[in-house]
Structure formats: C-alpha cells, structure tokens
C-alpha cells in the first residue's frame, strides 16, 4: 500500500525534479475531491489485487503541481520489483502527439505547410492507387486501382485522413495488403518503410474517412527529410533534450536500465492477432513515429505540461499558442464530411485535431470539458489534457486487453472526483 509519507515523497519528487513548474496559476474551475480520488486510487488497487494488471501508476497535475500520484503494485510479475517513477513504457500511439510537435514545429519555421502534398518530400506518393473492390459478372471480387482524386497532404497524415490503413482490423483486401506486408515486425529505417508503404493502395481516397492507421510514421519520414537527420535526432535536438526528457527513445540502449521495463501478465502480451509487446531491450532500427517510442511518466508529464502551458515550458517556447490551438481544434467535423472508420477510437463525444482526439460534445450525464484532447497506446498507456480546469492526467501501465475497459472507467471516477 502507498503510504502517505511515501506519497508526499513522491509529489515533492515530480514537484522538484521530474514536472517543473507550469508558467501560469489560475484559479480550477473544478478541483478534484479527496474522497474521489480514494475512488480512483482503489479501483486501480483492485485491478492489480485480482491480476488483471501487474501494476500501474498515476499522476494528475493541475496549475503545474501533482495533485495526485500513486505507483501500484509491480513492473512485472516475473520480478516483482515495485513500480516507481523511473519504471520504463512502451508508449505506442503516444508517440503520435510527439511526432506531430515536431511536425508543427517545421509548420511554424514555414519549412513545412499543411496544405503540401507528401509526394512533394516523398515522391513515390505521387503514383499511389486506391484499392476498391469490385464484384465481376461470375460473382468473384476483384481488387481494382483507382488514381487519386486528390493528393495526399500534410494535413491528412496529422488527421488519420491519408487512406493509410493499419492492416490489423476491418477486413477487405487492402487491409489483407498491410496484414500480410507486415509493417509492425519489418525493421526498416524510416526511409525503407516509406518506400514500401508506397507500394501498397490507399484502402479510401484521401481525405474522405478518419481511418486510423500509419500515416504518423510517413509524417516521421517526412520531418526527417526536412529536417536532414533521424526523427530521434531532431526530436531530441528540438524536444526531448531541452525538456528534460532523458529517458525517452525508441528503445531501452542501456542494459542496466533493463530492471526498469515494465511487462504487461505473461498471457497478455498481443498488441493484435499477430503482433507481440515488443521487447524493447533489442536495439530497433525503425523510429516509429507512430508507436515506437518508449519512456517514463516523468518525461511525459513534461511534454504534457508544455502543451497545457500553450507550448512553453520552464521559460523555453517549443510551439505557439495558437499551434497548440489548432492541433487541439477538430479538423473531421460535420463541415468536412469526412466519415469515420467503423472502430473510430475517439468515440462519439469526440472529433480528431492535429495529432489528438478533441472533446466536441459533453457525454450524456456528465459534465466533461469540451476541448479537452488526448491519446492512449495499444499497450495501455492514456493521458488527457483538460484546459478548463488547468489540469492533465497521464495513466501509466501495460495490458494490451484491458486498457479500453480501464480507461473510460478511471477517467470517469477521475471526473467524478472533480463533480463532473
């Protein structure tokens, strides 16, 4: 059990060394209550007392403070070394937002523009087809290519409009395509898995449907082009180094840091019917922008901060205001008539910014902030951003089965414990 002492410890540990302070302090709209948070801390205690999840931790900052933060249970069961605030992630789509800070970063210096084809950094791109079925007159299905109807942009890879499928889920031939091309166990560098993307149809034209997929890891080739160096080269130059974020890469370099990764029960290990948790000891030639990233609660708490502080922190300015405005604004709305997969992760309450889900519309019962934004990773990973009441929250632990169902369930008892 985490003590009180042990938890003062803690918050005065991410206070000083691990989440600086933030630029402003206004006053919440709401606070989060004692008793809620009681709430949350045994429904997380109950998920790793009946062995659904090795361990897990929590943090929740407002006005640039931890209000909360508990480590529960162990890294991995096999060790039964406890979780603490130096334990190791595999981040997966939570790279996706860091992908997209660089991207706008380039946006900003007008080296890169939203409107810009991909062909024009990529152009292979220029000659990509789209896959359409097609039933002949003896009844068999065909896979046709049809030419683009418009070019895929910039805009698209942030928004998940690229046509871009992941391969894993839906069915149809295209994504039968990306299955079999295998693009999550291949590690290629950035540049050989662009080439053989292009090889592959789109599975929709550009532009038309929220299709989740890899179009952020083409967006990590595309700022690497710009960029003249590897992703993690420019993300630690630009990002990673000057926040502070020591402990976030692709993988884990340093053997003796090895007793700090964290490992999801030995019987939930798939992260899709023919992917494994990735053993993130083994050097990796792919920077997947889209879900290679590993790190620590406390790097990200920095990279949320900053974006909560409108794209400062401690002094530094990464991205303006007004970025961080648009990449948290909806860019699939009813105006768009973009359509949306039939697994649109974001859920009904929610549209699609620059890199992050957006909260477009208050959940029946509730009285959850509109504009908040966030993303999670397949390994179990979540954190939100709740500009309203100065506040964000970065839930840490890996379980690739339960991460939906723990998710809306702690967000929910999290809100409740802020009245809403």
């Not at 006005?63 to 334990?87: C, I, W």
């Not at 896959?131 to 928004?159: F, M, S």
């Not at 929250?393 to 939906?404: L, S």
């Amino acid at each position: 059990m985490f003590g009180r002492r042990a938890l003062i410890a803690a918050l005065v540990l991410l206070a000083g060394g691990i989440v600086a302070k933030a630029g402003s302090e206004r006053p919440a709209v709401h606070t989060l209550a004692p008793a809620g948070l009681a709430k949350v801390s045994d429904y997380i205690r109950n998920e790793v007392a009946t062995g659904k999840i090795p361990g897990a931790i929590l943090l929740l900052q407002q006005h640039g403070k931890p209000v909360y933060y508990q480590n529960f249970g162990v890294r991995d069961v096999a060790t039964e070394l406890s979780m603490s605030a130096d334990t190791i992630f595999r981040l997966y789509s939570m790279s996706k937002p860091v992908t997209s800070v660089m991207a706008m970063m380039l946006v900003e210096e007008g080296k890169l523009s939203l409107d810009d084809p991909v062909s024009k950094y990529i152009p292979a791109f220029a000659g990509m087809k789209v896959g359409i079925e097609k039933k002949a007159e003896d009844g068999k299905v065909a896979l046709v290519l049809e030419p683009l109807e418009r070019p895929i942009t910039i805009k698209d890879l942030l928004r998940h409009t690229s046509g871009l499928p992941y391969g894993y889920y839906g069915g149809g031939m295209v994504r039968e395509l990306y299955a079999n091309a295998n693009l999550f166990n291949s590690d290629l560098t950035n540049a050989e898995f662009a080439a053989k993307i292009a090889t592959l149809p789109l599975v929709e034209q550009p532009g038309t449907v929220w299709d989740y997929g890899y179009s952020t890891d083409v967006l990590g080739r595309v700022v690497e082009i710009i960029a003249g160096k590897t992703l993690l080269q420019f993300e630690k130059e630009r990002l990673l180094d000057p926040l502070g974020m020591t402990e976030t890469a692709f993988f884990v370099a340093d053997p003796a840091k090895f007793p700090r990764i964290v490992e999801p029960m030995p019987e939930d290990r798939n992260i899709n019917p023919t992917t494994q948790v990735r053993d993130i000891r083994r050097p990796a030639t792919w920077e997947s922008g889209g879900g290679g990233m590993v790190g620590t609660i406390g790097d990200y708490a920095r990279f949320a901060q900053m974006l909560l502080n409108g794209g400062t922190y401690d002094g530094r300015r990464y991205l303006k205001p007004e970025t961080i405005a648009l990449m948290a604004s909806d860019h699939i709305g009813p105006e768009t008539k973009i359509a949306r997969d039939q697994n649109y992760y974001p859920g009904g309450s929610s549209g699609f910014g620059l890199g992050f889900a957006v909260r477009t519309s208050v959940p029946p019962g509730t009285t959850w902030p509109l504009g908040e934004y966030r993303w999670d990773g397949v390994g179990g990973t979540f954190f939100f951003i709740d500009p309203e009441d100065d506040l964000f929250g970065i839930f840490m632990v890996q379980t690739p089965t339960q991460r939906g169902r723990i998710q809306l369930a702690l967000k929910t008892l999290i809100y409740q414990a802020m009245g809403r």
